[in-house]
């Protein structure tokens, strides 16, 4: 497929290890807890390592950064599952090259929940139904995994009423009765709770095991062996990430305007190397049943979910033992994370998956 909106803009650079200089590369990210690694990762030195002179622009949401991406503004870019699933759907030339932020899939003790007032007559997913719930953005992976929630637990999520508000004013939103429930990610689901909320569902562990909820995507204009190094590096990147909560704790006060005291107590999200292609159809198959899709998106078969921290033999300075490859264009989602697979446009609406606020971004991918 051909990028759409490539214009003049000139090719990546390729420089590699050894050669005259490193290879300048732009990726576009948005501010949040989820894409820590690719901070963490710039600190440690994983992309010097791979030749890349890697610099991080700010982007408000997952619409922003495939349209810096497929401009050529950016080599590489984060965004979220539904926003790359539509984007497939409408033929953009991306291509996911890694994952980006996964659920714990734990109840309890993730980084997504859906929140009542502590007096809420709502005691369950299955009493959301027939509700009036914030979400971050209409038609997206919000209201797609509220849904999947309410199903799960024997509701009908047909009579919900979704309103978009940016998640820093849904606990507000909550507390005057504006609404009934709120969709947040973290630090906001902490935040709420401080406040008395009280979470009813946990809507990305009960999409999908380990639900991959984010990725890493190129273009074809892009060099394939810098997609090759870039891969394992956000992919070593990822496994360190992992592996060190407390240095993640560390990096999010470099980049977000999350308070000392709230990073403190968040949740944070998972950082397996391999998209987990199996949820990945799950929202496909989900958003198309929910009208977010206008067609089913297939997105292959179910990718191998350990992450390289946990192997034997990872390497230390390339992609942590994981099969590589570059290139590729094929219709689904990678099963390894350094190979690339097409994937697709972020949502309609211009503003991806969050929205920035001054205590911490709300966007998200």
């Known amino acids: 497929m051909s990028a759409a909106g490539c214009g003049g803009a000139e090719p990546a650079a390729t420089g590699r290890p050894g050669t005259s200089g490193p290879a300048k590369v732009n990726a576009g990210v948005i501010a949040v807890v989820d894409t820590a690694p690719i901070h963490l990762g710039l600190a440690k030195g994983f992309f010097r390592e791979q030749g890349i002179d890697l610099t991080i622009t700010p982007v408000q949401g997952g619409a922003a950064a495939v349209t810096g991406a497929v401009s050529g503004q950016f080599q590489f870019a984060f965004a979220n599952v539904t926003s790359l699933l539509t984007a497939k759907q409408q033929g953009l030339d991306v291509k996911v090259i890694a994952n980006g932020v996964s659920s714990t899939g734990e109840q309890g003790k993730d980084f997504s929940a859906v929140l009542v007032k502590p007096d809420s007559p709502i005691r369950s997913p299955k009493d959301l139904a027939g509700r009036k719930i914030s979400v971050n953005q209409l038609k997206n992976i919000g209201d797609t995994t509220v849904r999947a929630s309410v199903r799960k637990a024997g509701g009908d999520p047909g009579g919900i009423e979704f309103?978009?508000?940016?998640?820093?004013?849904?606990?507000?939103?909550?507390?005057?009765?504006?609404?009934?429930?709120?969709?947040?990610?973290?630090?906001?689901?902490?935040?709420?709770?401080?406040?008395?909320?009280?979470?009813?569902?946990?809507?990305?562990?009960?999409?999908?095991?380990?639900?991959?909820?984010?990725?890493?995507?190129?273009?074809?204009?892009?060099?394939?062996?810098?997609?090759?190094?870039?891969?394992?590096?956000?992919?070593?990147?990822?496994?360190?990430?992992?592996?060190?909560?407390?240095?993640?704790?560390?990096?999010?006060?470099?980049?977000?305007?999350?308070?000392?005291?709230?990073?403190?107590?968040?949740?944070?999200?998972?950082?397996?190397?391999?998209?987990?292609?199996?949820?990945?159809?799950?929202?496909?198959?989900?958003?198309?049943?929910?009208?977010?899709?206008?067609?089913?998106?297939?997105?292959?078969?179910?990718?191998?979910?350990?992450?390289?921290?946990?192997?034997?033999?990872?390497?230390?300075?390339?992609?942590?033992?994981?099969?590589?490859?570059?290139?590729g264009g094929g219709a689904g989602v990678p099963a390894v994370p350094v190979r690339a697979g097409a994937a697709g446009r972020a949502g309609d609406d211009g503003r991806g998956y969050h929205r920035r606020s001054v205590g911490g971004s709300s966007e998200r991918g």
């Open 163 to 327: 309103v978009e508000l940016p998640f820093p004013d849904a606990p507000a939103a909550l507390q005057s009765g504006r609404v009934d429930a709120i969709w947040v990610v973290e630090p906001f689901v902490s935040q709420a709770v401080s406040q008395g909320a009280r979470p009813v569902a946990w809507n990305f562990a009960d999409t999908a095991p380990d639900l991959t909820v984010a990725m890493y995507f190129t273009t074809g204009r892009t060099d394939p062996a810098l997609t090759k190094r870039f891969a394992a590096a956000i992919t070593k990147s990822l496994e360190y990430a992992d592996g060190h909560p407390d240095e993640v704790r560390d990096v999010l006060g470099t980049y977000t305007k999350i308070a000392p005291e709230v990073i403190a107590k968040i949740t944070l999200p998972k950082w397996p190397a391999e998209v987990n292609r199996a949820s990945v159809q799950t929202v496909a198959d989900l958003a198309l049943r929910d009208g977010v899709l206008k067609g089913r998106v297939p997105a292959g078969p179910p990718a191998v979910r350990r992450s390289a921290a946990r192997r034997p033999g990872a390497a230390a300075g390339g992609a942590g033992g994981v099969r590589r490859g570059a290139g």
